[in-house]
């Protein structure tokens, strides 16, 4: 910060030394602020330096989170061996940490469909045409009634009204003429599967003719129970997240199983998270080290990433980190090899998940690291809060210092430069009164000259 020396406007011929006077006057005072305004500099370049390490500390916090989701279920698939008896779906949020199901589908199933009657109007155009001149029907699918009331006396509108009606059914239009000769019907279709009672009168009058009854779907998981399951829908759920949707009869198997690729890509970011806190800390080494150099914090933050690179624990084949394809190269960063991941994780997935854990399970790498990590950012006794919150208290103390030392100096600046201007106005004055002496005597000499020689 400093403080530049006040100049003053002398008049006197020692104006200039009065003013290196009052220059080296304030230069002496203002010695103290300098050496604050270094040590404010420092501590400002230090908290910098504690916000990017917490930073990339956060970003390694998050990968080994990345990891756990990838390891527990966060990154599931559901694989069917026969994808025409049925397809899975997995949802995101599925409770369930894998397993292998054998579907055996009796059944699939099949709605109730039925047509307009043969003995209604023939329509050769549904956008002009329809099978009844009401203005108003009643839709009853099972024994749930709905009011239809088409927009207009169209069979378009009709299917329409049905569709929006909220019925528990669908309906379109089928051509059952020729080309030439077209006869659209109106058909409508249960949403449920099975025998379900459809009909669509506009009074007395019944519109729909005979319908083509529906059955259940019928099937067992794992060979149970006895009976085969039936079921309305072919969509059914075989496990907490894990939905099915029956195609046709005959047996496959759904498997569900981490995704390999999903925790390959985490154990990636996690090795690249790790290297970026490693090079920043690497800032604070040496002689030439950045503003943390010295500091505790980085032995500290130093011991935490050695802590994590050396967990080992689990069984059978992965026993620690070199295991799954993680390793140091010779400049000190981690490597991956995700070739060397995918094998074990296809050969020993058991022991993969063995020694990876959760974060929540008390054992495994992941809880470990995320132990670790969490500590380091705890808002009460971290490491970082407790670096931060001494460097801002320093930072604070110093800024009320300089504002001190500024008011001392600022003070001796006034008083010098009040005394040198007064010193410079006497100095001044006298030089005036001696050039006035002079010129006088001067003058009165070459009087007394002139008179001799006259």
Not at 99 to 121: E, F, M, Q
Request: aromatic fraction near 4%; glycine fraction near 8%; charged fraction near 10%.
């Amino acid at each position: 910060m400093g403080t530049t020396p006040a100049s003053f406007n002398g008049t006197s011929t020692y104006a200039s030394d009065l003013q290196q006077e009052i220059t080296h006057a304030v230069t002496i005072a203002s010695l103290p602020l300098n050496a604050l305004d270094a040590n404010l500099s420092l501590l400002q370049s230090q908290s910098s330096e504690l916000n990017t390490l917490q930073g990339d500390f956060g970003s390694l916090l998050t990968a080994v989170q990345s990891l756990d989701q990838a390891n527990n279920g966060g990154s599931l698939t559901a694989s069917v061996s026969d994808n025409t008896v049925a397809t899975a779906t997995l949802d995101s949020a599925a409770a369930i940490s894998g397993g292998t199901y054998s579907l055996d589908v009796t059944k699939a199933g099949s709605p109730t469909t039925t047509l307009s009657s043969s003995t209604l109007p023939t329509v050769a155009d549904p956008s002009v045409g329809s099978i009844s001149s009401s203005s108003s029907f009643t839709l009853t699918v099972g024994t749930t009634p709905y009011t239809i009331t088409p927009s207009a006396d169209t069979l378009d509108a009709l299917v329409q009204a049905i569709n929006s009606s909220g019925a528990s059914a669908n309906a379109t239009l089928v051509n059952i003429g020729s080309p030439s000769a077209p006869d659209y019907r109106l058909s409508v279709q249960s949403s449920a599967l099975g025998a379900i009672g459809i009909t669509l009168t506009d009074g007395p009058q019944d519109l729909l003719g005979t319908p083509t009854t529906g059955i259940p779907a019928q099937y067992q998981v794992n060979g149970q129970p006895t009976t085969p399951i039936s079921s309305d829908s072919d969509t059914v759920t075989l496990a907490p997240g894990l939905t099915v949707n029956l195609l046709a009869p005959g047996n496959t198997t759904i498997t569900v199983a981490s995704n390999s690729s999903s925790a390959a890509n985490a154990l990636s970011s996690f090795a690249a998270a790790y290297n970026t806190a490693s090079s920043e800390l690497s800032t604070s080494r040496g002689t030439r080290g950045g503003a943390l150099t010295g500091q505790s914090i980085i032995f500290s933050l130093e011991e935490s990433l050695r802590n994590l690179t050396s967990y080992s624990g689990g069984s059978g084949s992965v026993q620690n980190l070199t295991d799954l394809g993680i390793t140091f190269n010779q400049s000190g960063q981690l490597t991956f090899d995700q070739a060397q991941f995918s094998t074990v994780a296809a050969t020993d997935p058991d022991a993969v998940a063995a020694f990876l854990g959760s974060a929540e399970s008390g054992t495994g790498f992941l809880n470990a690291a995320t132990n670790i990590l969490n500590s380091l950012g705890n808002a009460t006794n971290g490491v970082f809060e407790a670096s931060e919150s001494t460097t801002q208290q320093q930072i604070t103390n110093d800024n009320a210092q300089i504002a001190s030392v500024q008011a001392q100096v600022t003070q001796v600046q006034n008083q010098i430069t009040a005394q040198m201007s007064a010193a410079d106005s006497l100095i001044a004055s006298l030089q005036s009164q001696s050039t006035y002496f002079t010129n006088y005597f001067t003058a009165e000499q070459e009087v007394q000259n002139s008179i001799s020689i006259g």
